[in-house]
């Protein structure tokens, strides 16, 4: 077999398992998301995306939804086992997940303000395998009717499926994967805050 063909076939491979595993994601976050969203860029080495959504709750509610009740609002399509979710409220913290024996650690928190702004570092999902590590600000803003959450997400590193490195094209289909499933979950704390 020619290099190329095994190369096209790695590819091909990859982007099966990224289909297979994001189908769901899309789907859902094509249907429910009414947030704002903007890819700020998306190349070979990385991304910036943002996406905002508002709700009607007061910002120490949101926040503390936020924090305490993440378990609660996070999508359990977007965990490893649908374990049990829990964010640490300190630098150093950790937002986690747990099932039985096994856990894992989605992003480290980096920087804590209460109730403004909440700053995680590292790669979530399957861009941890990746080797891609980021920045994810969420931004607490208070609004006249509420309150406005600005959700940022700046990552570096090669993206690479399989060790092989994605051609621009891919680098951009799957920075629009991240940016959907991003804009659902943060809608989805949005609308627990409107609920409770």
């Not at 990859?14 to 249907?31: C, H, M, P, Q, Y």
């Amino acid at each position: 077999m020619k290099t190329s063909q095994v190369e096209q076939n790695r590819k091909l491979s990859f982007k099966s398992k990224v289909s297979a595993a994001f189908i769901g994601l899309i789907a859902t976050a094509f249907f429910h998301s009414s947030a704002l969203a903007d890819v700020n860029y998306a190349n070979t080495n990385g991304f910036s995306i943002t996406n905002s959504s508002t709700s009607s709750a007061p910002v120490e509610a949101v926040y503390s939804h936020f924090v305490q009740h993440v378990d609660m609002w996070w999508p359990k399509d977007h965990t490893w086992w649908k374990g049990t979710l829990s964010i640490d409220e300190l630098a150093g913290g950790c937002f986690c997940e747990t099932h039985n024996a096994k856990s894992a650690a989605h992003m480290q928190i980096a920087y804590i303000e209460p109730n403004k702004k909440v700053v995680m570092t590292g790669g979530l999902g399957p861009l941890q395998e990746m080797g891609i590590y980021g920045a994810l600000t969420w931004l607490f803003t208070e609004t006249d009717s509420g309150t406005k959450v600005t959700l940022t997400y700046h990552a570096s590193g090669a993206i690479q499926f399989n060790g092989v490195l994605s051609s621009s094209e891919d680098a951009t289909n799957l920075v629009k994967v991240v940016d959907k499933v991003q804009a659902q979950q943060l809608k989805a704390l949005t609308a627990f805050s409107n609920e409770n």
